[in-house]
């Protein structure tokens, strides 16, 4: 079956559409004769077709009793008219910003991650976390709790179900975070995990040298019915890439370091190491 042409955004909306309407657990029927809308309307605009206006959306939102906050985020989502790349700037801190990313990374079936300098955030156990959290620029604003728990909730996607490959540079397996005792948990968590067999995790050594991920950490989503996309986090926002380009060439820099890193028993065997 061919996969169908579907944006991050539009995905984003119209689960938000979608979920809106269930709380009031009304049909859409019924909630198309309330608003004295063609029942084909609302199901263009749940399935991101579009078809209405942003005043017949603030219309929905207002009749399902929709939060402002959520309001806000749909607006926002609504407006958005890229198509080939969704930037996520919260207006609210890092907890938006993570939910934005769970949201796609439920609908992939294959995840990889490429992290040159820290452990990737789904193998980080939550005092590794707020490690990296004290050493780093602390915004007053953000609630740094409410975002380990956003991370740690990311932890209840793995599953057989779906497969999760870690490229992880020997650099972010030994540099220290937090006390000895703290790095040593870590470690053994990134060990249990590999245990998994849908969780594989692939060392790329410093013996190496220079690399094919030298542009940066990002993850690659892979699904079923849609083009794959690539999420790349910074300190304030998330970027998620869906032109072929840029595609193109993060599929081959994961190609390269497929080669370049040591197998899963290899790089089990180094991460032991360095817990001796």
Known sequence: MPRRSSSVVGREFGNGVRDAIKQTQMTHRQIAENLDWDESKLSDLVRGKGGVSE????????????????????LALYRETRETGYLKIPE????????????????????????????????????????????????????????????LARRELFHWSREFVFFIHEQALRLPVGSPDVMKDQLLHVLAMAQRSYVTVRVVPTALGAHAGLSGSFMQLRYEKFEPVVFIESQTSGLFLEDKASLAIYTKVLKLLDQQALDAEQSKELITSILI
């Not at 005043?55 to 749909?74: D, G, S, Y």
């Not at 007053?140 to 956003?150: G, L």
């Open 92 to 151: 609210d801190g890092l907890p938006d910003q993570v939910r934005s990313l769970i949201e796609q990374e439920r609908l992939a079936n294959v995840i990889t991650v490429w992290s040159m300098n820290l452990i990737p955030g789904r193998l980080q156990t939550p005092d590794y976390m707020r490690a990296v959290v004290d050493a780093g620029v602390r915004d007053e604003s953000v609630d740094y709790e409410e975002v380990i728990a956003a991370r």
């Open 55 to 74: 005043t017949e959306l603030l219309q929905l939102l207002a009749f399902c009793r929709i939060p402002p906050a959520e309001v806000r985020h749909l």
